[in-house]
């Protein structure tokens, strides 16, 4: 993608955000997200993390939505009217300056592609299910290279040492 049609997908969510915040029901017994629209909030938080990592690598303003994003229910475990505010304004300060310096979208993204990827040997136990989620943050996180010993050939040449307690 272009550093236009990034700016642009991301004016897409903020917009989207701002209907959603706007979108809230105010009764005497509180405040609540339209109906319909809390699925809707936790897929765009999803992808503008997604969308924001792509284009920049690690960066602070997915780290930023992640924080606002887990910090942002009320206690029927629905989302605040002040979690996406908190939400909008993050993806808007990211337009501002990404409007500002396009450039960005560019020099870090070129940055992240050819900063070499460091090997991690990730020693697992039998639960194929929590290695494999393992293996996945450690690449698109922390953009590491992860060596799982199974996948390995000739990995039954490996003795397992036994474990002292």
């Known amino acids: 993608m272009t550093p236009e049609q990034i700016i642009a997908e991301i004016k897409r969510y903020e917009t989207e955000l701002f209907r959603m915040y706007n979108s809230f029901t105010h009764t005497r017994e509180g405040i ?7 699925a809707l909030y936790r897929q765009y938080v999803r992808e503008l993390l997604d969308l924001y990592n792509d284009a920049l690598g690690r960066n602070v303003y997915a780290a930023q939505i992640a924080h606002e ?6 206690y029927l475990g629905s989302p605040s009217l002040k979690g ?13 300056r990404l409007n500002r310096n396009p450039d960005l979208l560019i020099s870090r993204r070129s940055q992240e ?47 397992q040492l036994p474990v002292c307690g």
């Not at 994003?69 to 009320?74: D, E, V």
């Open 84 to 96: 996406v505010e908190n939400v909008l304004g993050v993806v808007r300060a990211s337009l501002t």
């Open 113 to 159: 592609s050819t900063r070499k990827r460091e090997n991690l040997f990730i020693v697992h136990g039998r639960d194929e299910a929590k290695w494999r989620e393992l293996k996945d943050i450690v690449q698109s996180e922390f953009r590491l290279n992860p060596i799982i010993l199974m996948q390995q050939p000739n990995s039954s040449h490996y003795t």
């Open 32 to 38: 609540y997200i339209a109906k319909g629209d809390d």
């Open 69 to 74: 994003f887990q910090n942002g229910f009320g």
